[in-house]
């Protein structure tokens, strides 16, 4: 058997509906973190679903409980051919956003998957189920093919959480290290940098959300009355978030510009932005001036407002409000300091004459960020591997512009980390009527089945990149 025979097998997989009807059955189970009255689809999804699954390749798999949320558990698993063999990590979530009932288009049901010419539409078809899903079965597809031996060790972490902030798993991975212990990660989330190019990423953007508050007295006052007399809170806000974040869009807190090395912009020459299709463009002249679309979602940092409000908004009345707040959020990179960022906020506001605008940290866990080099052995190999596969060169990021717990894998189990996307950005993920494109999933199923065989003959201890 040889690596064509691998990647020649995997496309039946798609072509014979086995596939498709294997993620019919996952997406059947509502497993939205979300709602709290669908967390019972949680455990389902990993105990009833993707353990007898792995069990069936050979693997030993255990449920574990997550003492940082209740209902959000983590599955492990290993299959171990012989210890002395390299030993890689997968991951992904099984969890999805709310289903949002009754908004998708043409009376769609989000825990049914439909197929619309190339569109296979359903909740968590990009985010993630179908993204883990892929990457098991082509591995499964290479077992098979190579008679029951892959040439090196594998250890699976399915987390249930992610779309409520990933609780507790970096404090799982630390209290894991040695049962998680593996030489390298490969695992798939996010998109591609366009649908029809392969893509790498080597880890995330960060994402903290805070509030702007302008609290100045209860209740609201006649504007007849009161007009020009009392400080509106809703324009001293608007001024508060114009000195944070200019016209154009660019980030004017000194210690929130962040300055890319040359080596991250040469590593995005050329590429072009993520998702652009349909119509849907970048604003010209926003964002950091004298850079591209594509360094602006990658390289540098974003800050931007959420949501605003003052006053009634769906029923304004003639009165001045007495407060006004804002959501916001900071998408960060590798190099920006996360932890200092809101005191940097506050104290910027404080110069800038807006002692009466609060800043507070929202209580959702802040995802770091992270970043790998393209030029890491690991990173180099993939790429190699996807060229191979494709016959083009595939996009190499250094990191991706939305945010996932690479910091779980890169930090606290100290793996060199390697993404392949299996989706695309106007996959309408978190929103009414997510899907994913076949075409892409046919041939992810030959780049992954293509990334294992490889493995299985790569000296993988030489992709850590370690001396």
């Known amino acids: 058997m040889t690596r064509k025979d691998a990647i020649d097998a995997s496309h039946p997989l798609f072509d014979s509906g086995e596939f498709t009807a294997l993620l019919a059955k996952r997406i059947a189970i509502p497993s939205t973190s979300q709602e709290e009255d669908k967390r019972w689809a949680l455990a389902a999804y990993v105990r009833e679903e993707i353990g007898p699954y792995l069990e069936a390749m050979g693997f030993t798999w255990r449920i574990h409980e997550n003492p940082a949320m209740a209902e959000v ?30 908004r998708w288009a043409g009376g769609r049901d989000p825990w049914t998957l439909t197929c619309e010419g190339e569109r296979l539409y359903g909740r968590g078809t990009a985010d993630n189920k179908a993204q883990h ?68 990423f080597g880890g995330s953007r960060g994402a903290l959300n805070f509030f702007l508050h302008c609290d100045l007295r209860e209740g609201a006052h006649h504007s ?8 509106n809170p809703g324009t001293i806000l608007a001024n508060a978030i114009a000195s944070l974040i200019g016209p ?9 510009r962040i300055e890319p090395g040359e080596a991250i912009r040469g590593a995005l020459w050329g590429l072009p932005l993520p998702g652009v299709e349909g119509g849907l463009e970048p604003d010209t002249n926003w964002g ?19 949501a605003y409000e003052t ?6 009345v003639n009165a001045i409000p007495g407060k006004a707040s804002a959501a916001c959020q900071l998408r960060f990179v590798a190099d920006c300091d996360w932890r200092g960022a809101l005191p940097a906020i506050e104290r910027h506001l404080n110069r800038e004459g807006f002692e009466r605008v609060k800043v507070d940290a929202a209580p959702e866990t802040v995802m770091p960020a992270t970043r790998m080099d393209p030029d890491h052995p690991l990173m180099r190999w993939a790429a190699s591997s996807l060229r191979s596969t494709t016959g083009r060169p595939p996009a190499v990021l250094p990191n991706l512009g939305g945010s996932i717990p690479n910091d779980c894998f890169m930090e606290a189990l100290g793996l060199p980390t390697v993404w392949v996307p299996h989706s695309y950005a106007a996959c309408s993920q978190h929103a009414p009527n997510e899907h994913v494109l076949a075409p892409v999933l046919r041939e992810a199923l030959g780049i992954m089945a293509g990334l294992w065989w490889d493995l299985g003959e790569a000296d993988a201890t030489a992709l850590t990149g370690r001396e």
């Open 311 to 316: 006053g009634t908004p769906h029923h304004p």
């Open 133 to 200: 899903s892929l990457n098991l079965a082509a591995l499964k597809a290479v077992l098979e093919l190579r008679g029951g031996h892959l040439g090196f060790n594998v250890k699976v972490l399915l987390e249930t959480g992610e779309e409520v902030g990933s609780p507790g798993l970096r404090a799982f991975c630390e209290a894991e290290a040695d049962q998680l212990a593996s030489d390298i990660f490969i695992a798939s989330d996010g998109p591609r940098v366009r649908p029809d190019l392969p893509t790498l």
């Open 288 to 306: 950091e001036p004298g850079t591209t679309p594509i360094e602006r979602v990658i390289a540098y940092n974003a800050l931007e407002v959420l």
């Open 73 to 102: 558990p983590f599955l492990t698993a290993e299959r171990v051919e012989d210890p002395a063999l390299p030993t890689v990590l997968t991951y992904g979530h099984c969890d999805t956003v709310r289903g949002m009932e009754g």
């Open 224 to 231: 007849g009355n009161w007009g020009g007399l009392l400080a």
């Open 248 to 256: 154009q869009g660019e980030i004017r807190v000194p210690e929130l």
